[in-house]
């Protein structure tokens, strides 16, 4: 099998063939005429031709271009006597890329897309036609956009199979940023083009139009934390929502998940108030959400979170926790004797933190009391003398917070004091049960049962007196005369 070029020059040299004769050299018998006596398939013009004399297969035509892509030639060598014996040759014709890629257009379109169009979308599928041999690289075709597309909007995807290329969307569209789009595009063969050039037919423009489409509002922020102080005055702005219309519509705020209606907004500044003074005791951080509504379809719209912390200060006084009513210290002092007091601070542990006891500076008491703390929040008091005498004292003290300044509370705290038994306890007298009778309530509850008992039996027996006659007199008796029965 011999290759040869499509547009090699005529007279171009393709093979030499050769045939022996046996027959004696120094005679004609071994002379040796070549001919072509077949090609296959047929032209209607002479391609090949063997030379008579040397066997030299060469090109006739001018050019092969058009023809089939291979032969078979079927060559005899004959000597004078006319014995002759024949070989075959295949030639295959080599395409060369001399047809450049033309487009069957120089302009497409225009081709709408809405601006919400899908990524991935097809706006339209073209070609350029190769004249070359179909499949080699001299009829392959590679596509690229020329200009039109600097920002990477749109991408090229070739079938190599078909030569067909799809101009597809590669980024989200935006009518007010761009709404056209000229694209020029270039068709050119991966190999070098030979004696041509690639001209205006290898170029085509492509013209999109980007149709509107009525978008919701987009806001600055997907979340807002946002900080202010308990107890401002309400009214105050904490926050302005910023949120803009790609159509430039108006914009209505609102708010959603504000249960309590502490906070308000403006309808179309987005002015986020309080509605009312904040108490971080109450709750020190609210969460709620802010809609942008498209002001002439509301069903477009876009939200965010904002979250307000209540940062605390000192509005609260500590107070003193628990009913100590009932407990009391006994005297002579008993060493590890103490009452437990409990404190609490309803602000945070900035303005609480540690809670102070101490006593007034009158003399008396800081000689009685004595205020030993435990911790933050809890504080002993108990005697600080080994002898008081036994009663009911109010003992004077403040608990302070640790803020700065402090805030306190002064407490004057009833204290019982009593006689010590030999546990420590209080030695006191058995008290009368509260609802049981004394003695005197009980003898005269007595006697007047049985007053009552004795005017109901006197009233039975008169009863009795009148319902029974006197029987009569013995003498009386004696005279009825006794009755038998027989």
Same mark, same amino acid.
């Given at each position: 099998?011999?290759?040869?070029?499509?547009?090699?020059?005529?007279?171009?040299?393709?093979?030499?063939?050769?045939?022996?004769?046996?027959?004696?050299?120094?005679?004609?018998?071994?002379?040796?005429?070549?001919?072509?006596?077949?090609?296959?398939?047929?032209?209607?013009?002479?391609?090949?031709?063997?030379?008579?004399?040397?066997?030299?297969?060469?090109?006739?035509?001018?050019?092969?271009?058009?023809?089939?892509?291979?032969?078979?030639?079927?060559?005899?060598?004959?000597?004078?006597?006319?014995?002759?014996? +024949?070989?075959?040759? =295949?030639?295959?014709?080599? *395409?060369?890329? #001399?047809?450049? $890629? @033309?487009? !069957? %257009?120089?302009? &497409?379109?225009?081709?709408?897309?809405?601006?919400?169009?899908?990524?991935?979308?097809?706006?339209?599928?073209?070609?350029?036609?190769?004249?070359?041999?179909?499949?080699?690289?001299?009829?392959?075709?590679?596509?690229?956009?020329?200009?039109?597309?600097?920002?990477?909007?749109?991408?090229?995807?070739?079938?190599?199979?078909?030569?067909?290329?799809?101009?597809?969307?590669?980024?989200?569209?935006?009518?007010?940023?761009?709404?056209?789009?000229?694209?020029?595009?270039?068709?050119?063969?991966?190999?070098?083009?030979?004696?041509?050039?690639?001209?205006?037919? +290898?170029?085509?423009? =492509?013209?999109?139009?980007? *149709?509107?489409? #009525?978008?919701? $509002? @987009?806001? !600055? %922020?997907?979340? &807002?934390?946002?900080?202010?102080?308990?107890?401002?005055?309400?009214?105050?702005?904490?926050?302005?929502?910023?949120?803009?219309?790609?159509?430039?519509?108006?914009?209505?705020?609102?708010?959603?998940?504000?249960?309590?209606?502490?906070?308000?907004?403006?309808?179309?500044?987005?002015?986020?108030?309080?509605?009312?003074?904040?108490?971080?005791?109450?709750?020190?951080?609210?969460?709620?959400?802010?809609?942008?509504?498209?002001?002439?379809?509301?069903?477009?719209?876009?939200?965010?979170?904002?979250?307000?912390?209540?940062?605390?200060?000192?509005?609260?006084?500590?107070?003193?926790?628990?009913?100590?009513?009932?407990?009391?210290?006994?005297?002579?002092?008993?060493?590890? %004797?103490?009452?437990?007091?409990?404190?609490?601070?309803?602000?945070?542990?900035?303005?609480?933190?540690?809670?102070?006891?101490?006593?007034?500076?009158?003399?008396?008491?800081?000689?009685?009391?004595?205020?030993?703390?435990?911790?933050?929040?809890?504080?002993?008091?108990?005697?600080?003398?080994?002898?008081?005498?036994?009663?009911?004292?109010?003992?004077?003290?403040?608990?302070?917070?640790?803020?700065?300044?402090?805030?306190?509370?002064?407490?004057?705290?009833?204290?019982?004091?009593?006689?010590?038994?030999?546990?420590?306890?209080?030695?006191?007298?058995?008290?009368?049960?509260?609802?049981?009778?004394?003695?005197?309530?009980?003898?005269?509850?007595?006697?007047?049962?049985?007053?009552?008992?004795?005017?109901?039996?006197?009233?039975?027996?008169?009863?009795?007196?009148?319902?029974?006659?006197?029987?009569?007199?013995?003498?009386?008796?004696?005279?009825?005369?006794?009755?038998?029965?027989?």
């Amino acid at each position: 099998m011999l290759t040869g070029f499509q547009n090699s020059p005529p007279g171009t040299e393709i093979l030499t063939v050769q045939a022996a004769d046996n027959d004696d050299p120094k005679t004609d018998n071994v002379r040796i005429f070549y001919r072509l006596v077949s090609q296959v398939p047929e032209s209607p013009r002479a391609l090949f031709r063997v030379d008579r004399d040397s066997g030299v297969i060469s090109l006739q035509a001018d050019s092969m271009e058009g023809t089939a892509p291979q032969y078979t030639l079927t060559i005899t060598a004959e000597d004078a006597k006319g014995l002759n014996s +024949s070989c075959t040759v =295949v030639v295959k014709v080599q *395409d060369e890329n #001399n047809n450049p $890629p @033309v487009f !069957s %257009q120089h302009e &497409y379109g225009p081709f709408h897309l809405p601006e919400d169009a899908h990524v991935g979308s097809t706006v339209t599928a073209l070609s350029a036609r190769d004249g070359d041999e179909r499949g080699g690289d001299s009829w392959l075709v590679d596509y690229r956009l020329e200009s039109g597309n600097e920002e990477e909007v749109f991408t090229l995807v070739t079938d190599r199979q078909t030569n067909e290329v799809s101009l597809v969307l590669d980024k989200v569209l935006d009518f007010e940023r761009e709404s056209e789009y000229i694209l020029v595009l270039s068709a050119q063969n991966p190999v070098a083009l030979v004696r041509g050039r690639y001209g205006p037919a +290898s170029t085509a423009t =492509v013209s999109i139009f980007v *149709d509107d489409v #009525n978008e919701g $509002p @987009v806001l !600055s %922020q997907s979340h &807002y934390e946002v900080t202010i102080r308990e107890g401002e005055e309400p009214g105050r702005v904490i926050a302005t929502i910023r949120g803009y219309d790609p159509d430039s519509h108006p914009i209505r705020y609102c708010l959603r998940g504000d249960t309590k209606r502490y906070f308000s907004i403006g309808k179309y500044s987005g002015e986020l108030k309080t509605v009312q003074a904040l108490d971080r005791e109450e709750n020190s951080t609210y969460t709620m959400e802010v809609v942008a509504e498209d002001g002439r379809n509301s069903s477009l719209s876009a939200s965010t979170l904002v979250t307000v912390h209540i940062l605390d200060v000192n509005d609260n006084s500590p107070v003193l926790v628990g009913d100590y009513s009932w407990k009391y210290l006994c005297t002579p002092r008993w060493e590890d %004797q103490a009452l437990v007091l409990a404190s609490r601070d309803s602000d945070g542990p900035q303005h609480g933190g540690r809670l102070n006891f101490s006593l007034s500076s009158d003399a008396t008491v800081r000689h009685n009391w004595r205020l030993t703390p435990i911790n933050d929040t809890h504080t002993n008091l108990s005697l600080n003398t080994p002898n008081l005498a036994p009663e009911v004292y109010t003992v004077p003290f403040t608990i302070s917070d640790s803020s700065s300044p402090p805030r306190s509370t002064f407490i004057s705290l009833p204290v019982t004091v009593c006689t010590c038994n030999v546990r420590g306890n209080c030695r006191t007298a058995a008290k009368q049960l509260q609802g049981m009778p004394t003695v005197e309530s009980t003898v005269g509850i007595l006697l007047g049962t049985l007053g009552v008992i004795g005017i109901i039996l006197i009233v039975v027996f008169t009863r009795m007196s009148y319902q029974n006659p006197k029987p009569p007199s013995k003498v009386s008796q004696e005279r009825v005369p006794l009755k038998f029965s027989l």
